[in-house]
């Protein structure tokens, strides 16, 4: 009991609480109506996901939650972080109990296999649209599987969802949030999300903004099909995000500047990608799980991405807390002195703002068959991990796109590449079975291969080769995006079997830092 008692203990301080105070003081009385009801429906999704994540995390939450004892609300603590008692940052391996997390999560049968489902959906081609839809609960009954729409599955959560946000709508202060609430409330009941995902690409600088609903597919390590339940309330930046406009106006030139093939790049879009700088007043569900996402691009939905573009989310407060409790002491400790002092905010801000625009670039389907088959669906559980890495290698060449035209400083070029390599390093400490983590680790030893990364082993810390990184990334942006244009699986295993192993030099480095937090908690002080 003790040594289970020190465990935990030693497993917290690898999460540094960081407190998101918000003080409404200054709004409106119908302001903060809109405010809190967007907070109540997005706390329903908090419940839908925890219901998501495992078919046992919420019986482990309410054993906890009726303890008195010390130990169990410490548990329930790091319960609560990881939605569940499987570590997302130690690839999910238990700290409770003793059985594995089912690569499906919650959202299949504990037993059912890859090569099971697939066999299956080969056999019965009537039912592959069902069972392959990102908003189905997969069951088995009697020997079959069913399909089972999330509208009827999370009925319970949703009606008092829809409900809030029908009840936000009007205070609404914009004709376009008002329609967005509304359009998103009949969403969660029926799973038509295109309209309102639409609607949300076009909201008109709101002061608040809301994401809810069923987005990201990291939780299914099946088959990477199936989508889970986030909310996130944010305030908006308004002088960080007109800052971004300059961005947004390139897009066709960054699509113009990928290293593939001509008739690989999406020219033919016209493309809505409004970006916003916002502090998150809440998070709850799939992306308060574990990893804090400090960006996003959404919706994924390719055919909201090829009709209508994409919008990007910066996370002003969560990337602070990101940079100052984790990157820079874990930079300090890794990088070579001069190297670790070029990290910084900014830096790190851009690499971040041009990770998320790069989601968008490039192809959406695959290209090489005479069939139009959606990346996700392609690549199956190779997906997450090589569009992560990909994002972050045509975001790094894109930067170089911007200081060559004189739109970034040409200073800035080695604090991007310092800082990258500085938030390389933190986000390798959540494993291969990470989707973030695994993309890094084929980025780091792929640029290692290449000698872009330096390794002193005198000092045991890294540098950045920086007269030869830059044609190192775009070798690498080329082949993530070969695998996707391809849909090439093969290759997709090949670059895990070749890069995907952790080099001893890397481990005992990341070994001697287990003092430095793994990543942040955030704590929300709304009052």
């Not at 992306?287 to 691009?297: M, S």
């Not at 940079?323 to 890794?334: Q, S, Y």
Request: glycine share 6%.
């Amino acid at each position: 009991m003790t040594s289970l008692v020190s465990d935990i203990q030693k497993k917290l301080q690898q999460f540094e609480p960081a407190e998101m105070c918000f003080d409404p003081a200054t709004l409106t009385e119908d302001q903060e109506r809109v405010l809190r009801k967007m907070i109540e429906a997005a706390r329903w999704m908090d419940e839908i996901f925890w219901r998501q994540s495992s078919h046992d995390a919420l019986q482990w939450r309410n054993q906890l939650q009726a303890s008195r004892s010390p130990h169990d609300r410490d548990m329930l603590r790091y319960v609560r972080i990881h939605y569940g008692p499987y570590d997302r940052l130690d690839e999910f391996h238990p700290f409770l109990g003793e059985r594995s997390k089912p690569l499906g999560a919650g959202m299949y049968p504990e037993d059912l296999t890859r090569e099971q489902f697939v066999e299956y959906v080969q056999q019965h081609p009537e039912e592959r649209g069902q069972l392959e839809n990102a908003y189905t609960v997969v069951k088995r009954e009697e020997g079959k599987l069913l399909a089972v729409p999330y509208c009827r599955e999370y009925q319970q959560w949703l009606e008092p969802a829809a409900k809030a946000l029908r009840s936000a709508a009007k205070y609404a202060d914009t004709d376009s949030l008002k329609r967005y609430l509304l359009s998103r409330a009949e969403a969660l009941l029926n799973d038509n999300f295109f309209e309102s995902d639409c609607h949300w690409i076009d909201l008109d600088d709101p002061t608040f903004d809301l994401v809810i609903g069923p987005y990201e597919v990291y939780e299914d390590r099946l088959m990477s099909l199936k989508a889970t339940y986030e909310g996130v309330v944010m305030v908006r930046d308004v002088a960080a995000s007109e800052a971004l406009r300059v961005y947004v106006a390139r897009l066709l030139d960054l699509e113009k500047n990928l290293p593939i093939p001509e008739g690989w790049k999406q020219l033919d879009r016209t493309l809505t990608s409004p970006m916003s700088v916002v502090d998150d007043i809440y998070r709850g569900g799939d992306i308060r799980a574990g990893y804090q996402a400090v960006a996003f691009v959404l919706p994924n939905d390719p055919q909201v991405r090829e009709s209508k573009g994409s919008k990007k989310i910066f996370h002003k407060n969560f990337l602070a807390a990101r940079v100052n409790k984790v990157i820079k002491p874990l930079a300090r400790e890794l990088l070579v002195a001069d190297q670790a002092a070029l990290v910084t905010d900014e830096g790190f801000f851009n690499f971040v703002v041009m990770h998320e625009l790069s989601h968008a670039l490039g192809p959406n389907y695959t290209l090489t068959t005479s069939e139009k088959i959606p990346i996700n669906k392609a690549l199956g559980p190779h997906y997450t991990g090589i569009e992560e890495g990909k994002a972050d290698v045509v975001g790094l060449h894109s930067l170089n796109y911007f200081i060559d035209q004189g739109v970034i400083s040409p200073q800035r070029e080695r604090e991007h590449y310092a800082s990258y390599l500085g938030g390389l390093l933190r986000t390798i400490r959540f494993g291969a079975d990470e989707a973030h983590g695994r993309a890094s680790l084929i980025e780091f030893a792929f640029l290692r291969n290449e000698g872009a990364i330096q390794y002193d082993s005198s000092s045991q810390r890294f540098a950045v080769n920086f007269s030869v990184i830059r044609g190192a990334i775009q070798k690498l942006a080329s082949v993530f995006m070969s695998v996707e244009a391809e849909g090439n699986v093969a290759k997709a295993e090949e670059l895990l079997v070749q890069f995907g192993t952790m080099p001893a030099e890397l481990k005992q480095a990341l070994d001697r830092c287990n003092h430095v937090p793994i990543e942040f908690e955030p704590v929300f002080l709304l009052n």
